[in-house]
């Protein structure tokens, strides 16, 4: 800017003219604050409350934030905080929060949310009125058709329905619901095709146009076709 100015005004916008001595014109735009940041617990440092882990939208437009402390607390469309998700299911600023560290949070076509925990396994979260009904899925030692670990780092419905789970050291699995019993397929069972001894820690799932499912591991990317009718084949 000019050292030398003769006049200066602020016009309805509220932008700064400035009369120069030697340069003319000059126009000063303030900008509204561009960035926001959300802390569970004020502080210019980093702490388990305020780091995040795990971000979402659901179709109510709401924010779930899953933070290293344990906590999902959940933002309405308008950025307020209405609290955290407590383990009898309600969204409340006080109660116990559901248990495990959320490392990933989706929403399936039939609205259910789902939240991958590292160490807790899965925790499937479907809306009852001012509620959601918490089903929580585990590493059963003893039963084949669990879970293949408690640690989740990724869930991904496909085109065709199926649930996808990436697993940090139980390779992927994926959900086939028997009335109300869920099997996860996995190395254990039916997917015995699955290099489990090179790609046991998976981080993500995803698919393309062309059918195919492609997983991200700590060896490598992973890629098969998902139109299969046996998880054998």
């Given at each position: 800017f000019s050292d030398k100015i003769h006049s200066s005004m602020s016009d309805k916008q509220g932008?700064?003219?400035?009369?120069?001595?030697?340069?003319?014109?000059?126009?000063?735009?303030?900008?509204?604050?561009?960035?926001?940041?959300?802390?569970r617990k004020q502080a210019n440092y980093e702490t388990l409350e305020n780091e995040v882990r795990a971000l979402f939208q659901d179709r109510e437009g709401n924010i779930w934030a899953g933070q290293k402390d344990g906590y999902i607390s959940i933002y309405d469309g308008n950025s307020h905080y209405?609290?955290?998700?407590?383990?009898?299911?309600?969204?409340?600023?006080?109660?116990?929060p559901a248990r495990g560290?959320?490392?990933?949070?989706?929403?399936d076509s039939h609205g259910a949310v789902w939240i991958?925990?590292?160490?807790?396994?899965?925790?499937?979260?479907?809306?009852?009125?001012?509620?959601?009904?918490?089903?929580?899925?585990r590493l059963e030692n003893d039963n084949i058709y669990s879970l293949s670990s408690n640690d989740i780092y990724n869930i991904y419905e496909d085109a065709?329905?199926?649930?996808?789970?990436?697993?940090?050291?139980?390779?992927i699995n994926y959900i086939e619901k028997n009335g109300t019993q869920y099997h996860f397929i996995n190395y254990r069972n039916n997917l015995k095709n699955f290099p489990?001894?090179?790609?046991?820690?998976?981080?993500?799932?995803?698919?393309?146009?062309?059918?195919?499912?492609?997983?991200?591991?700590?060896?490598?990317?992973?890629?098969?076709?998902?139109?299969?009718k046996n998880p054998e084949d």
């Open positions: 932008n700064l003219w400035l009369c120069t001595h030697s340069k003319g014109l000059e126009k000063v735009s303030f900008m509204d604050q561009q960035f926001y940041l959300h802390q209405r609290g955290f998700l407590t383990e009898n299911g309600t969204i409340s600023q006080s109660g116990i560290v959320a490392y990933c949070i989706t929403q991958g925990t590292k160490g807790d396994g899965v925790i499937r979260a479907e809306k009852q009125g001012n509620r959601y009904l918490l089903t929580r899925f065709r329905g199926r649930i996808w789970i990436a697993t940090f050291g139980g390779g489990i001894s090179r790609s046991y820690r998976t981080r993500f799932i995803t698919e393309d146009a062309n059918n195919h499912i492609w997983v991200g591991t700590t060896t490598g990317v992973l890629c098969f076709r998902n139109d299969f």
